[in-house]
């Protein structure tokens, strides 16, 4: 790592995490302390220029921390900044909850083996060998080899397997340039060490075969055969067999320099495949994975673009090609010029490339009014599709990347991520894995993506004349095209090649069949100037033109629903739509099917619908020229109504709290929706979020604070439940917050602290946190509002326990008990003596806890709130286990059992079954402590929490033998 030294010269800094834990530092080893300080330089180093938070650096030294783990963890990072210190350019800095090693990726040899690694696969092949021995020599030992704990099992398994890929990798390169002879002895050793591996095992043979010893080849493959079927019970390949026959006839195609993967038949899949790798441990098959489907539609008419396409094919490597491996791709271009249209043709046209399915996500980087998605929040959907419970995506945004892309890694599979932002915005979302593809749209150049993903660049232009007139005919009909020909190239040319006005005008055409297409050209030459740029150096031509010209078409009613549509959210559903329009949804519903078929809009699924962004940006100037105030205001408080109070009907089938928002009533024509249950209140929950963040914003435009306010306490429960990403969470009561102090409501001011303190401490902010519950505390006093004040020292109270402070976590929890009960709220004080007596319990006061427990449990069974009983019941078999009544504990698990699984809550299902079986361990019933480690085990795989399944499998293997 460059950097003065202390005599002038240049420092030399090398850290070492491929074997022990070291610092060099000019050729000299550096004491960096003891074994546990140590370990916290592994944890950091793992990543560098990553902010690790305190709980996730707790997790990775102890599998079961210690109650002073936190104090120990400050006096080692303290000491290990004090060591550091004297080395220059390395910095360890703390940094939004956590802390990060700041420094130079090349001076680590971990992250230095996998640059080596990149460089090779990139290169060609004479240069290939010389940087994968490079990086291959870097190793010393396993990974931090003096290390012991769940998480650096997982950090050396993985690296483990980087460095198999490598070796694998390389033995590809040393056959394809003719190598055979040399390369024998090695691929040998290797298979010797991994008998089962058939891609080695093919290696080998052909290593063998190429180097004229036949009949070894042949040996090689009976022993892998044998082993197979002994150990696994199964047969070798089809690829592995292929290559076994072509090697009993000698087959030329395996002689001299043919690429390697023709070994296998060239249809190996990816595991097998050379430039693969068999895996180390059965993957789920794909019957009991779900294979996610997410594309939309393709565009019917799609016209031309024949170069683009071709590029495309070459530019993503087909699943069967030898040197198959990611590839991330960016179509760049002026928005309406087609690139979303591209993509979706392609990926549809060629979806057979991607047996694992296709992911999509609208990025809406570019969407006026509205707010691009975060990546956090995408990768939640993504992980949806790819099967993973709600309940088990992580809630911390480091661990839910690192979640995606454990589970793309392997798998074929197509990432479509449309209107991206920049660079950034997609960063986080490209899979890390070797089989995947990702095609990224946006207005602007990606450079950055070029950079640090090698990401191939599109830039997509207007369509030539020719492919202009095409599209316009595919839209008018060849009838038509035959009869009015003379007209066609006119009309192509006032649209600029730009494929979204070609539509536009295509549409108009086709609807008035009886209109002249001399007459059409005519509207646009007198229409407006051209739409405006939106970004430097995008198209200027007449897109307003063409608008202006359908717009004016429209009948009546359709040109007023086009105009308020720019007041609501980029994406929006048929009963909002009616309620913006103060009609029946019948009604509502003849006016978007008149913006349908006008190619306006796009219902992309039925009754919801989206306006291209370019369309929308129109839609605005004619609502501010066309509509008067007088219904543009009225028509979005509507809107805003038909979102508020339908919230706050789906809330009410999450929050059994009792506590009752009242809102005003609402405004005639709103259409407020109604629940019959609490899966439909979810779903339309699910569906509308991002809408009601959209129209929250929409409320703070128009100046209704108070409306404001609302939103975030309607959208308090589901939020709870589905904890959004942390941008919108902070976003929603930032909101909420400005709102209240305009108000200058000091008792709503503090409940926005609080939630905004439960949402710092949900993603390690800690400080935040703390600072947010402060000001909570000094809002309310005085007020006299004992219930708000009680939910405020229950929230600290959580805060607390989060840090570590179980005995502050208590004393907030016993000021909140009075309060609940003074101001008479039976469901709060049932959850201020659950916290109680969670607390006593986690401090060693076992009696007290069960007394308090008990009283909650009698609570939350008088008022019905199963979530709460459950949750009681698992508190109070956690006492009585450590009480050393293990027959009690286990009675109190079982009820608790029960209902989680009425309730679905799969997750506090599977810790419920682990803490029983530790109570089944206790009284000595091992086969009844191995049952249910074993129901645990399978939750936690299908929820994808490999840390608690880990430890699982570690208590399993502590069992004596059946």
Same mark, same amino acid.
């Given at each position: 790592?460059?950097?003065?030294?202390?005599?002038? *010269?240049?420092?030399?800094?090398?850290?070492?995490?491929?074997?022990?834990? /070291?610092? !060099?530092?000019?050729?000299?080893?550096?004491?960096?302390?003891?074994?546990? #300080?140590?370990?916290?330089?592994?944890?950091?180093?793992? &990543?560098?220029?990553?902010?690790?938070?305190?709980?996730?650096?707790?997790?990775?030294?102890?599998?079961? @921390?210690?109650?002073?783990?936190?104090?120990?963890?400050?006096?080692?990072?303290?000491?290990?900044?004090?060591?550091?210190?004297?080395?220059?350019?390395?910095?360890?800095?703390?940094?939004?909850?956590?802390?990060?090693?700041?420094?130079?990726?090349?001076?680590?040899?971990?992250?230095?083996?996998? *640059?080596?690694?990149?460089?090779?696969?990139?290169?060609?092949?004479?240069?290939?060998?010389?940087?994968?021995?490079?990086?291959?020599?870097?190793?010393?030992? @396993?990974?931090?080899?003096?290390?012991?704990?769940?998480?650096?099992?997982?950090?050396?398994?993985?690296?483990?397997?980087?460095?198999?890929?490598?070796?694998?990798?390389?033995?590809?390169?040393?056959?394809?340039?003719? /190598?055979?002879?040399?390369?024998?002895?090695?691929?040998?050793?290797?298979?010797?060490?991994?008998?089962?591996?058939?891609?080695?095992?093919? %290696?080998?043979?052909?290593?063998?075969?190429?180097?004229?010893?036949?009949? /070894?080849?042949?040996?090689?493959?009976?022993?892998?055969?044998?082993?197979?079927?002994?150990?696994?019970?199964?047969?070798?390949?089809?690829?592995?067999?292929?290559? =076994? #026959?072509?090697?009993?006839?000698?087959?030329?195609?395996?002689?001299? !320099?043919?690429?390697?993967?023709?070994?296998?038949?060239?249809?190996?899949?990816? &595991?097998?495949?050379?430039?693969?790798?068999?895996?180390?441990?059965?993957?789920?098959?794909?019957?009991?994975?779900?294979?996610?489907?997410?594309?939309?539609?393709?565009?019917?008419?799609?016209?031309?673009?024949?170069?683009?396409?071709?590029?495309?094919?070459?530019?993503?490597?087909?699943?069967?090609?030898?040197?198959?491996?990611?590839?991330?791709?960016?179509?760049?271009?002026?928005?309406?010029?087609?690139?979303?249209?591209?993509?979706?043709h392609w990926a549809h046209r060629d979806a057979r490339r991607f047996p694992d399915g296709q992911l999509y996500a609208n990025l809406r980087g570019f969407t006026p009014s509205g707010t691009p998605s975060s990546s956090p929040a995408v990768i939640r959907v993504f992980l949806q599709a790819l099967g993973v419970d709600t309940d088990a995506i992580p809630p911390d945004d480091e661990a839910r990347i690192g979640l995606y892309r454990s589970l793309t890694a392997d798998k074929q599979l197509l990432v479509l991520l449309d209107n991206a932002r920049d660079s950034e915005h997609v960063a986080d979302l490209v899979p890390g894995g070797q089989a995947c593809t990702v095609v990224v749209t946006s207005r602007r150049h990606l450079t950055g993506l070029v950079t640090t993903h090698g990401a191939r660049q599109l830039t997509l232009d207007v369509l030539p004349a020719a492919e202009a007139r095409d599209l316009l005919v595919r839209h008018i009909g060849?009838?038509?095209?035959?009869?009015?020909? !003379?007209?066609?190239?006119?009309?192509?040319?006032?649209?600029?090649?730009?494929?979204?006005?070609?539509?536009?005008?295509?549409a108009r055409a086709a609807v008035r069949a009886d209109l002249p297409l001399a007459e059409l050209a005519r509207e646009l030459d007198n229409a407006a100037a051209p739409l405006d740029a939106f970004e430097a150096g995008e198209i200027t031509a007449s897109v307003r033109a063409v608008f202006a010209s359908s717009y004016r078409a429209l009948p009546d009613g359709a040109a007023r629903a086009f105009r308020l549509l720019s007041a609501g959210s980029p994406e929006i559903g048929l009963a909002a739509v009616a309620a913006l329009l103060g009609v029946a949804p019948s009604r509502a519903r003849v006016e978007l099917t008149e913006l349908c078929q006008a190619n306006l809009l796009h219902e992309h699924v039925p009754d919801r619908f989206r306006m291209h962004d370019l369309v929308r940006l129109y839609a605005d100037?004619?609502?501010?020229?066309?509509?008067?105030?007088?219904?543009?205001?009225?028509?979005?408080?509507?809107?805003?109504?038909?979102?508020?109070?339908?919230?706050?009907?789906?809330?009410?089938?999450?929050? =059994?709290?009792?506590?009752?928002?009242?809102?005003?009533?609402?405004?005639?024509?709103?259409?407020?929706?109604?629940?019959?249950?609490?899966?439909?209140?979810?779903?339309?929950?699910?569906?509308?979020?991002?809408?009601?963040?959209?129209? #929250?914003?929409?409320?703070?435009?128009?100046?209704?604070?108070?409306?404001?306010?609302?939103?975030a306490e309607v959208l308090r429960s589901y939020q709870l439940r589905r904890p959004p990403d942390p941008a919108d969470g902070r976003a929603t009561w930032e909101q909420a917050l400005g709102a209240a102090e305009r108000l200058g409501d000091r008792r709503l001011a503090a409940k926005? =602290?609080?939630?905004?303190?439960?949402?710092?401490?949900?993603?390690?902010?800690?400080?935040?946190?703390?600072? !947010?519950?402060? %000001?909570?505390?000094?809002?309310?006093?005085?007020? *006299?509002?004992?219930?708000? #004040?009680?939910?405020? =020292?229950?929230?600290?109270?959580?805060?607390?326990?989060?840090?570590?402070?179980?005995?502050?976590?208590?004393?907030?929890?016993?000021?909140?008990?009075?309060?609940?009960?003074?101001?008479?709220?039976?469901?709060?004080?049932?959850?201020?003596?659950?916290?109680?007596?969670?607390?006593?319990?986690?401090?060693?006061?076992?009696?007290?806890?069960?007394?308090?427990?008990?009283?909650?449990?009698?609570l939350y069974r008088e008022s019905g709130d199963r979530n709460g009983e459950a949750n009681t019941l698992e508190s109070l078999g956690f006492i009585a286990h450590n009480a050393g009544r293990h027959d009690i504990a286990i009675d109190h698990y079982e009820q608790a059992l029960r209902l989680f699984r009425e309730d679905e809550s799969a997750y506090q299902e599977a810790d419920t079954l682990v803490r029983m079986a530790d109570a089944h361990l206790a009284r000595g019933a091992h086969c009844e402590a191995r049952r249910t480690w074993e129901a645990a085990l399978v939750l936690l795989h299908r929820q994808s929490r490999s840390l608690e399944a880990a430890d699982v499998e570690r208590s399993l293997r502590s069992l004596p033998p059946p």
């Open positions: 790592m460059p950097g003065g030294s202390g005599s002038g *010269g240049v420092m030399e800094v090398r850290f070492r995490l491929l074997g022990p834990v /070291e610092v !060099h530092v000019d050729g000299r080893r550096l004491d960096i302390g003891h074994a546990r #300080q140590r370990h916290v330089l592994a944890a950091l180093l793992v &990543d560098l220029n990553r902010a690790v938070s305190l709980d996730q650096l707790v997790d990775r030294l102890w599998d079961a @921390p210690p109650r002073t783990a936190r104090d120990s963890l400050y006096s080692y990072l303290s000491r290990l900044r004090a060591v550091l210190g004297a080395v220059d350019d390395v910095d360890l800095v703390r940094r939004g909850g956590g802390y990060v090693l700041v420094g130079d990726e090349d001076a680590v040899d971990l992250h230095g083996f996998r *640059g080596l690694v990149a460089r090779a696969r990139a290169a060609d092949d004479e240069r290939a060998v010389g940087l994968f021995d490079q990086a291959l020599g870097l190793w010393r030992g @396993p990974v931090a080899g003096e290390m012991d704990s769940s998480w650096i099992d997982g950090v050396r398994a993985r690296a483990d397997e980087e460095r198999l890929l490598a070796e694998l990798d390389r033995n590809d390169v040393l056959l394809r340039r003719g /190598e055979h002879a040399a390369a024998v002895a090695g691929i040998a050793a290797q298979a010797a060490d991994r008998p089962l591996d058939e891609r080695l095992a093919g %290696q080998l043979m052909l290593a063998l075969y190429r180097s004229g010893r036949q009949g /070894e080849a042949l040996d090689a493959y009976r022993r892998v055969q044998r082993r197979l079927v002994e150990e696994l019970g199964a047969d070798p390949s089809p690829p592995l067999r292929r290559l =076994h #026959q072509r090697i009993l006839t000698a087959d030329p195609v395996l002689g001299g !320099h043919a690429p390697a993967d023709l070994a296998l038949g060239g249809h190996a899949p990816a &595991d097998l495949a050379f430039g693969g790798h068999a895996p180390a441990a059965p993957a789920p098959s794909r019957s009991t994975a779900p294979v996610p489907r997410q594309l939309p539609l393709p565009p019917p008419l799609f016209t031309g673009r024949t170069a683009e396409l071709t590029w495309l094919d070459r530019a993503v490597p087909a699943s069967s090609a030898p040197d198959r491996r990611s590839a991330v791709v960016a179509i760049s271009g002026p928005g309406g010029v087609g690139k979303t249209s591209l993509a979706l060849p009838e038509r095209a035959d009869r009015e020909g !003379h007209e066609v190239p006119a009309l192509a040319e006032r649209s600029a090649g730009l494929p979204l006005a070609i539509s536009v005008i295509g100037e004619r609502a501010r020229h066309d509509e008067p105030a007088e219904s543009l205001v009225p028509a979005v408080r509507r809107l805003v109504d038909h979102y508020l109070h339908t919230a706050l009907a789906a809330q009410q089938h999450m929050d =059994h709290s009792g506590a009752v928002l009242v809102l005003s009533p609402a405004v005639p024509g709103s259409g407020p929706l109604s629940f019959d249950t609490d899966k439909a209140a979810m779903t339309w929950y699910d569906e509308e979020h991002q809408v009601i963040l959209d129209t #929250q914003r929409t409320a703070a435009r128009y100046g209704w604070d108070l409306q404001v306010w609302q939103f926005c =602290h609080r939630f905004l303190g439960h949402i710092a401490a949900r993603h390690d902010f800690g400080p935040q946190a703390i600072e !947010h519950l402060r %000001q909570a505390v000094g809002l309310l006093e005085d007020s *006299g509002d004992e219930l708000e #004040q009680a939910r405020t =020292h229950l929230a600290f109270a959580w805060v607390l326990e989060r840090h570590g402070d179980d005995a502050a976590a208590l004393d907030h929890s016993l000021a909140a008990l009075p309060l609940f009960r003074s101001s008479g709220s039976r469901p709060g004080e049932a959850d201020a003596l659950n916290a109680v007596g969670w607390y006593q319990s986690r401090l060693g006061r076992l009696d007290e806890a069960a007394e308090h427990c008990g009283l909650a449990l009698a």
